[in-house]
Protein backbone atom coordinates (compact mmCIF):
# COMPACT_ATOMS: atom_id res chain seq x y z
CA UNK A 1 0.00 0.00 0.00
CA UNK A 2 1.55 3.54 -0.58
CA UNK A 3 2.12 6.24 1.46
CA UNK A 4 -0.35 8.45 -0.41
CA UNK A 5 -3.59 7.81 -1.73
CA UNK A 6 -5.68 10.13 -4.53
CA UNK A 7 -7.86 8.69 -6.79
CA UNK A 8 -6.70 9.59 -10.39
CA UNK A 9 -9.86 10.18 -12.06
CA UNK A 10 -10.56 11.88 -14.25
CA UNK A 11 -12.84 14.50 -12.90
CA UNK A 12 -15.16 16.25 -15.47
CA UNK A 13 -17.10 19.03 -14.00
CA UNK A 14 -18.73 21.97 -15.90
CA UNK A 15 -17.69 25.69 -15.49
CA UNK A 16 -18.73 27.00 -12.10
CA UNK A 17 -18.90 23.97 -10.19
CA UNK A 18 -17.29 23.44 -7.16
CA UNK A 19 -14.68 21.02 -7.02
CA UNK A 20 -13.32 18.68 -4.92
CA UNK A 21 -10.45 16.76 -3.84
CA UNK A 22 -8.74 14.49 -1.83
CA UNK A 23 -5.96 12.37 -0.35
CA UNK A 24 -5.36 9.83 2.00
CA UNK A 25 -1.77 9.02 3.98
CA UNK A 26 -0.88 6.35 6.27
CA UNK A 27 2.14 7.93 7.66
CA UNK A 28 1.69 9.55 10.93
CA UNK A 29 4.85 11.90 10.49
CA UNK A 30 3.65 13.81 8.10
CA UNK A 31 2.85 17.55 9.42
CA UNK A 32 3.41 19.32 6.14
CA UNK A 33 0.51 18.97 3.45
CA UNK A 34 0.72 20.82 -0.34
CA UNK A 35 -1.38 20.59 -3.19
CA UNK A 36 0.74 21.25 -6.16
CA UNK A 37 -0.88 22.11 -9.59
CA UNK A 38 0.66 20.58 -12.67
CA UNK A 39 -0.59 21.69 -16.59
CA UNK A 40 0.29 19.33 -19.43
CA UNK A 41 4.60 19.00 -20.10
CA UNK A 42 5.18 21.27 -17.44
CA UNK A 43 6.66 21.10 -13.96
CA UNK A 44 4.60 21.05 -10.93
CA UNK A 45 3.70 24.48 -9.42
CA UNK A 46 2.64 25.23 -5.47
CA UNK A 47 -0.96 26.01 -4.91
CA UNK A 48 -1.59 25.76 -1.44
CA UNK A 49 0.45 24.60 1.92
CA UNK A 50 -0.55 24.14 5.20
CA UNK A 51 1.01 22.84 8.65
CA UNK A 52 -0.51 20.59 10.55
CA UNK A 53 -4.55 20.08 11.05
CA UNK A 54 -6.53 23.26 9.88
CA UNK A 55 -8.04 25.10 7.14
CA UNK A 56 -6.47 27.70 4.75
CA UNK A 57 -7.85 29.74 2.14
CA UNK A 58 -6.89 31.59 -0.42
CA UNK A 59 -9.28 32.76 -3.33
CA UNK A 60 -11.18 30.38 -4.98
CA UNK A 61 -9.06 27.40 -3.23
CA UNK A 62 -9.78 25.87 0.01
CA UNK A 63 -7.43 23.34 1.87
CA UNK A 64 -8.42 21.38 4.60
CA UNK A 65 -6.53 18.99 6.57
CA UNK A 66 -7.45 16.54 9.09
CA UNK A 67 -4.89 14.38 10.60
CA UNK A 68 -7.27 12.53 13.10
CA UNK A 69 -8.62 10.62 9.88
CA UNK A 70 -5.45 11.11 8.02
CA UNK A 71 -7.06 12.85 5.39
CA UNK A 72 -6.82 16.37 3.38
CA UNK A 73 -9.01 17.80 1.08
CA UNK A 74 -8.47 20.49 -1.81
CA UNK A 75 -11.76 22.80 -2.53
CA UNK A 76 -12.14 24.85 -5.99
CA UNK A 77 -15.08 27.27 -5.97
CA UNK A 78 -16.64 28.55 -9.15
CA UNK A 79 -14.11 26.67 -11.14
CA UNK A 80 -12.82 27.53 -14.86
CA UNK A 81 -11.81 25.74 -17.43
CA UNK A 82 -8.03 27.17 -16.99
CA UNK A 83 -8.17 25.03 -13.52
CA UNK A 84 -8.24 22.16 -16.00
CA UNK A 85 -4.37 20.57 -15.09
CA UNK A 86 -3.27 17.47 -12.62
CA UNK A 87 -3.62 18.19 -8.86
CA UNK A 88 -0.84 16.69 -6.56
CA UNK A 89 -1.33 16.36 -3.31
CA UNK A 90 2.24 16.12 -1.56
CA UNK A 91 3.56 15.92 2.13
CA UNK A 92 6.48 15.60 4.39
CA UNK A 93 7.36 14.72 7.72
CA UNK A 94 8.95 17.47 10.29
CA UNK A 95 12.87 17.90 10.89
CA UNK A 96 13.81 18.11 15.00
CA UNK A 97 14.35 21.66 14.07
CA UNK A 98 10.42 22.57 13.34
CA UNK A 99 11.36 22.60 9.91
CA UNK A 100 9.89 20.80 6.90
CA UNK A 101 11.92 17.59 5.78
CA UNK A 102 12.62 18.40 1.74
CA UNK A 103 12.14 14.90 0.83
CA UNK A 104 7.76 15.36 -0.53
CA UNK A 105 5.75 11.86 -0.86
CA UNK A 106 3.14 12.67 -3.70
CA UNK A 107 0.08 11.01 -4.22
CA UNK A 108 -0.40 9.87 -7.82
CA UNK A 109 -2.35 13.40 -9.15
CA UNK A 110 -6.03 13.82 -10.24
CA UNK A 111 -6.82 14.38 -13.46
CA UNK A 112 -9.08 17.43 -13.50
CA UNK A 113 -11.01 19.45 -16.55
CA UNK A 114 -13.17 21.94 -16.35
CA UNK A 115 -15.33 22.11 -19.46
CA UNK A 116 -17.16 25.75 -20.63
CA UNK B 1 14.08 35.81 -12.97
CA UNK B 2 14.95 32.27 -14.61
CA UNK B 3 13.17 29.24 -13.30
CA UNK B 4 15.03 25.96 -12.61
CA UNK B 5 16.31 24.55 -15.96
CA UNK B 6 16.67 20.56 -17.46
CA UNK B 7 18.22 19.54 -20.18
CA UNK B 8 17.57 17.37 -22.37
CA UNK B 9 14.02 18.30 -22.86
CA UNK B 10 13.48 14.54 -24.36
CA UNK B 11 16.06 11.86 -24.55
CA UNK B 12 15.91 8.78 -26.76
CA UNK B 13 17.83 5.77 -25.68
CA UNK B 14 18.26 2.10 -26.51
CA UNK B 15 18.08 0.10 -23.56
CA UNK B 16 21.66 -0.52 -21.98
CA UNK B 17 22.87 2.48 -22.85
CA UNK B 18 24.03 5.25 -20.16
CA UNK B 19 22.22 8.67 -20.11
CA UNK B 20 22.39 12.22 -17.92
CA UNK B 21 20.47 14.51 -17.29
CA UNK B 22 21.30 17.53 -16.13
CA UNK B 23 19.36 20.22 -13.69
CA UNK B 24 20.11 23.93 -13.36
CA UNK B 25 18.24 25.44 -10.04
CA UNK B 26 17.95 28.79 -9.46
CA UNK B 27 20.42 30.77 -8.77
CA UNK B 28 21.41 30.86 -4.73
CA UNK B 29 18.81 28.03 -3.91
CA UNK B 30 20.75 25.72 -1.89
CA UNK B 31 18.68 22.79 -1.88
CA UNK B 32 17.96 20.69 -5.39
CA UNK B 33 15.82 17.19 -5.29
CA UNK B 34 15.23 14.87 -8.20
CA UNK B 35 11.63 13.27 -8.69
CA UNK B 36 10.77 10.72 -11.64
CA UNK B 37 6.86 10.63 -12.86
CA UNK B 38 5.68 7.59 -14.21
CA UNK B 39 2.06 6.81 -16.01
CA UNK B 40 0.10 6.27 -13.01
CA UNK B 41 2.63 6.54 -10.40
CA UNK B 42 2.68 10.11 -9.47
CA UNK B 43 5.83 11.56 -8.48
CA UNK B 44 8.85 9.29 -6.78
CA UNK B 45 11.12 11.09 -4.85
CA UNK B 46 14.97 9.98 -5.78
CA UNK B 47 17.91 12.21 -3.68
CA UNK B 48 18.00 15.36 -1.78
CA UNK B 49 21.01 17.47 -1.83
CA UNK B 50 21.16 20.26 0.51
CA UNK B 51 24.35 22.81 0.77
CA UNK B 52 27.53 20.73 1.33
CA UNK B 53 25.87 17.88 3.67
CA UNK B 54 25.61 14.43 2.52
CA UNK B 55 22.89 13.97 -0.29
CA UNK B 56 19.95 11.51 1.02
CA UNK B 57 19.89 8.98 -1.61
CA UNK B 58 17.46 6.81 0.09
CA UNK B 59 14.81 6.83 -3.33
CA UNK B 60 17.42 5.88 -5.69
CA UNK B 61 15.51 2.41 -7.32
CA UNK B 62 19.10 1.07 -7.89
CA UNK B 63 22.99 1.28 -8.12
CA UNK B 64 22.60 1.76 -11.44
CA UNK B 65 21.12 5.57 -10.65
CA UNK B 66 23.30 8.34 -9.27
CA UNK B 67 23.55 12.19 -9.02
CA UNK B 68 25.77 14.86 -8.24
CA UNK B 69 25.72 18.62 -7.52
CA UNK B 70 28.72 20.18 -8.55
CA UNK B 71 29.54 23.27 -7.10
CA UNK B 72 26.76 23.86 -5.14
CA UNK B 73 24.88 24.62 -8.55
CA UNK B 74 24.07 22.13 -11.63
CA UNK B 75 23.40 18.88 -10.55
CA UNK B 76 23.65 15.99 -13.03
CA UNK B 77 21.13 12.34 -12.53
CA UNK B 78 23.43 9.51 -14.46
CA UNK B 79 21.23 6.24 -15.37
CA UNK B 80 23.75 3.39 -15.96
CA UNK B 81 22.37 -0.06 -18.82
CA UNK B 82 19.39 1.73 -18.76
CA UNK B 83 16.27 -0.64 -18.86
CA UNK B 84 12.84 0.17 -20.47
CA UNK B 85 11.50 0.30 -16.84
CA UNK B 86 13.69 3.95 -16.63
CA UNK B 87 11.59 5.59 -19.33
CA UNK B 88 9.67 8.33 -17.40
CA UNK B 89 9.76 12.26 -16.40
CA UNK B 90 13.02 13.09 -14.46
CA UNK B 91 11.69 16.02 -12.49
CA UNK B 92 14.54 18.58 -10.86
CA UNK B 93 13.07 20.85 -8.50
CA UNK B 94 14.90 23.65 -5.84
CA UNK B 95 14.44 25.91 -2.88
CA UNK B 96 16.04 28.82 -1.12
CA UNK B 97 17.05 26.11 1.52
CA UNK B 98 16.11 22.69 3.54
CA UNK B 99 13.16 22.95 5.42
CA UNK B 100 11.37 25.67 2.97
CA UNK B 101 7.98 25.12 2.33
CA UNK B 102 7.90 25.66 -1.32
CA UNK B 103 9.87 23.44 -4.23
CA UNK B 104 10.51 24.91 -7.60
CA UNK B 105 10.00 22.51 -10.40
CA UNK B 106 11.94 22.70 -13.80
CA UNK B 107 10.03 21.62 -16.92
CA UNK B 108 11.39 17.75 -16.49
CA UNK B 109 13.34 15.46 -18.89
CA UNK B 110 11.09 13.07 -20.34
CA UNK B 111 13.11 9.60 -20.97
CA UNK B 112 12.71 6.89 -23.46
CA UNK B 113 14.32 3.80 -23.10
CA UNK B 114 13.58 1.50 -26.37
Known amino acids: QKEVEQDPGPLSVPEGAIVSLNCTYSNSAFQYFMWYRQYSRKGPELLMYTYSSGNKEDGRFTAQVDKSSKYISLFIRDSQPSDSATYLC????????????????FGQGTILTVHP | GAGVSQSPSNKVTEKGKDVELRCDPI?????LYWYRQSLGQGLEFLIYFQGNSAPDKSGLPSDRFSAERTGGSVSTLTIQRTQQEDSAVYLCASSPRSGYNEQFFGPGTRLTVL
Open chain 2, 27 to 31: SGHTA
Open chain 1, 90 to 105: AMSAETAGGTSYGKLT
